[in-house]
Structures are given as structure tokens and as C-alpha cells.
């Protein structure tokens, strides 16, 4: 009777051990794959998209090298999503894939930040050029004249001033999403590897019951 009482617990906590910790984290896992795939088609579409606008013409994003560079990220985004879906495709390849993903991601943050930081100071040194009528007439009886024709400079350099357009916003933001996506997804695959096995270990603890006991 003892045996035949603890067998029914055994086969209670067992299906408890193995579902409940894993599942969760291998739905993150899938879901976080899954979302790669739009997010590289949206930054493939806004790397074509305005980047720079001037006062007379608009500069895309693959106009320049930079821009091809974050449409290719966009491609590796989307190849790693779909490829990760595929339940035949090996870890070893999932992992490479991640990772290239990872690095990709963040080089493109970083160079869609230093093209805003590299128009920050051509803008400055506009601006700085423009205020040259006050810095001559300083100090004279017509620092009054400069200073007005400083002001009109400065009104009419801000019309030609380069500014980031809707095509970098956009591409900066599916950028982050797929650099913080692709983290998850690894760390919800590696969560888990580790909740599987520690479930394995578990099951090998439950004592087995003699059938020929029963």
C-alpha cells in the first residue's frame, strides 16, 4: 500500500516539473524570434527612407554606405527571425545567427548616433558663421547694426541647416528594438536549456516503482 500510495505522487509532481518551468520561457523565446521578422523589414523600408533633410533636397539612407550597412543589418534581422522559426535549424546556427544579429544592431545605433552627432556640429559651425557681423562691429558704435544682421543670418542659415529625418528616427528605433529583442531571445533560450535540464535532473531523482512489487 505504501508503494501504491507514493506512485501517484510521483506521477503528479513529474509533468509539473517538466512543463511549468520551461514552457514560459521557450513562448519568450519564440515570440521574441517572431517579432525580428517585421522589425527587419521596417528597417530595411526606413533605411531607404529620408535620412537628411536640407533645405532644398532630401538625402536617403541608402544613398550612402552607411545606410546599405543598416539595410543589410535589416536582411541579417530578418534571416535570423525566420530561420529561428524553422524547427530544423540547429542551435549552433541560431547561435551564430544571434550574435551577428547582436553586433549588427548595435554597430548601426552607433552610426546612426555619430550622423546625428557629426550634424550637430556642422550646424554649430553655421550658426557660428553666421554670427560673424555681431563678433566685427563688437565694440564699435554699430555693434547694434551687427547684432541685427547676426539675428537675420542666423534666421535665414536656419532655413539651409541639415536636420535628421523621419527615414533616421525610424531606422534608430527598429535598431534598438531588434538589438533589445535579440537579447531576450537569447536569454530566454538560455533560461530554457537550463530549466530542461534541471528538470531532467529532477525526473532521474523520482524513485521508480517496481512493477512486480505491484
Known amino acids: 500500500m505504501v508503494i501504491f500510495n507514493s506512485s501517484p505522487e510521483c506521477s503528479n509532481v513529474q509533468p509539473r516539473s517538466t512543463r511549468r518551468i520551461p514552457l514560459s520561457a521557450e513562448r519568450i523565446q ?18 531607404r527612407q529620408t535620412w537628411i533633410e536640407f533645405a532644398f533636397f532630401d538625402l536617403a539612407g541608402s544613398a550612402e554606405w552607411y545606410g546599405k550597412f543598416t539595410m543589410l543589418s535589416g536582411l541579417t534581422i530578418t534571416i535570423f527571425g525566420s530561420v529561428s522559426a524553422l524547427p530544423s535549424t540547429s542551435p549552433r546556427l ?11 544592431s548595435l554597430a ?7 550622423i546625428a552627432i557629426r550634424l550637430e556640429q556642422i550646424n554649430a559651425k553655421i550658426e557660428n558663421t553666421a554670427r560673424t557681423p555681431e ?35 525610424n531606422t534608430l528605433l527598429f535598431s534598438i528594438l531588434a538589438f533589445f529583442t535579440c537579447l ?31
Not at 150 to 163: F, G, H, Q
Not at 191 to 196: A, D, F, I, L
Request: hydrophobic share 45%.
Open 108 to 114: 548601426s545605433i552607433l552610426i546612426l548616433v555619430a
Open 30 to 47: 519564440k515570440v521574441s524570434t517572431l517579432l525580428l521578422i517585421p522589425i527587419g523589414i521596417l528597417m530595411i523600408r526606413s533605411s
Open 135 to 169: 563678433r566685427t562691429f563688437d565694440d564699435t558704435f554699430l555693434d547694434w547694426f551687427g547684432k541685427l544682421l547676426a539675428d537675420v543670418s542666423v534666421n535665414v542659415t536656419d532655413l539651409i541647416k541639415p536636420r535628421v529625418g523621419f527615414g533616421w528616427q
Open 94 to 104: 541560431k547561435d551564430w545567427l544571434s550574435w551577428t544579429v547582436i553586433v549588427s
Open 184 to 214: 531576450v531571445s537569447r536569454f530566454s533560450t538560455s533560461s530554457c536549456r537550463n530549466s530542461t535540464a534541471y528538470a531532467k535532473s529532477i525526473i532521474k531523482q523520482i524513485p521508480k516503482v517496481d512493477e512486480k512489487k505491484l
